[in-house]
């Protein structure tokens, strides 16, 4: 049974690349299809230009797209209607020429560029094919980059999960706690209009914003009631801390440097370095008020858990001192439905 790409591609770099090939080639068709890195027969992603209305369903196993699959090599027709087995599509029933090349790297066969014209007197030759090998090659390229990306990505969340793993052997309160600033957090970062690598920051720095708490003695961290002045301190340095592990781990210099300002205070008065308003990073600013808001609404040793209609008022009578404004009045909003992902989780 023959495969189909996806109707359309939601990567937007893929798009780009159909849209540009199009454009620099002047055809009116364009199709960029990848395989996903697990996927050996079939690509999986797909991006066209100047398709639109024709279904942007493609069979992968006839075509341009099969012959160059399968050979590995480019393919140029000056007649569609020539090839052995042209796609049965609508999309290309007004095809003249056009040009089909493999996008390729470490050895492997990726993908597939192809354009099309329905121009009949445009031709498709050695000199177009060579260009649209040339921006394959650029493709490929793109393509790789985002890959290692990815990859990156990948180890660095990796790293994450093992610092806070290493957080929540030593204060199983703190892991609970840790995890829903991540979830409050996330919410509140997009309605702050934070997005890709800024909304990663933000979520590693929830995660981990207690790391340093790891170098905080026993008798501090588990004290079942208030700290005296001496435990303060102790307690205080663990910004500082968290974000010096976190510096030496490449990838993660951003989130070191919220981690190390998440206790700063919005009218100056916080620690370690007593920033004010937007001196503070914006991302801190979020896992403050967050951090503040389940902590005031969950038990701790020494007292119960607050109301939320309490924290609120809370949080509102420091709003402009302790807090953002801003950021006061976004957690606000959310916590309603973040509360009840909550529920939603604990009833799975």
């Known amino acids: 049974m023959p495969r189909d790409a996806q109707d359309c591609c939601a990567d937007p770099v893929l798009d780009r690349i159909a849209r540009q090939t199009g454009r620099i080639m002047e055809v009116d068709r364009a ?46 027709v000056g007649d569609y209607r020539q ?38 007197t445009r031709a498709f030759g050695d000199r177009e094919l060579g260009m649209l090998v040339d921006l394959s090659e650029l493709t490929a390229l793109t393509l790789q980059c985002m890959e290692q990306r990815e990859q990156l990505e990948s180890t660095l969340q990796d790293g994450v999960e093992l610092l806070a793993a290493a957080v929540d052997l030593r204060d199983h309160g703190t892991a609970r706690h840790s995890e829903h600033v ?10 702050f ?8 920051e933000l ?15 026993d008798l501090v ?34 989130v070191a440097a919220i981690v190390r300002h998440h206790h700063e205070h919005f009218d100056g008065s916080g620690y370690p370095f007593g920033l004010r308003g937007e001196e503070i990073p914006i991302a801190s600013r979020i896992i403050s008020t967050c951090d503040a808001y389940d902590a005031m609404t969950s038990d ?24 953002d404004p801003d950021a ?21």
Request: aromatic fraction near 6%.
């Open 182 to 191: 991540v979830r409050l957090a996330a919410m509140v970062g997009e309605a």
């Open 83 to 120: 090839l052995f087995w042209p796609l049965p599509h609508r999309a290309t029933d007004t095809v003249q020429a056009g040009g089909s090349v493999p996008i390729g790297w470490g050895g492997r066969v990726r993908g597939v560029l192809s354009v099309a014209t329905t121009d009949p």
């Open 300 to 323: 701790r040793p020494y007292r119960a858990a607050m109301s939320h209609d309490v924290a609120v008022a809370e949080l509102r009578s420091c709003s402009g001192r302790q807090f």
């Open 328 to 348: 006061v009045d976004a957690v606000i909003e959310m916590v309603p439905l973040w509360a009840e992902s909550e529920q939603e989780l604990t009833l799975h």
């Open 31 to 76: 199709c960029v299809l990848v395989r996903d890195k697990d996927e050996l027969r079939s690509p999986v992603q797909q991006a066209s230009y100047g398709l639109r209305g024709s279904g942007h369903r493609f069979s992968v196993d006839q075509g341009m797209v099969a012959q160059v699959l399968a050979t590995g090599e480019p393919l140029s």
């Open 221 to 254: 961290l588990r004290k079942a009631g208030p700290l005296n002045g001496e435990e303060w301190r102790v307690m205080q340095r663990h910004p500082m801390a968290g974000a010096e592990m976190l510096r030496r781990v490449p990838g993660l210099e951003g």
């Open 193 to 200: 209009g934070l997005d890709g690598r800024s909304l990663r």
């Open 203 to 217: 979520t590693f720095a929830a995660r981990l914003h207690d790391v340093g708490k790891i170098g905080v003695p």
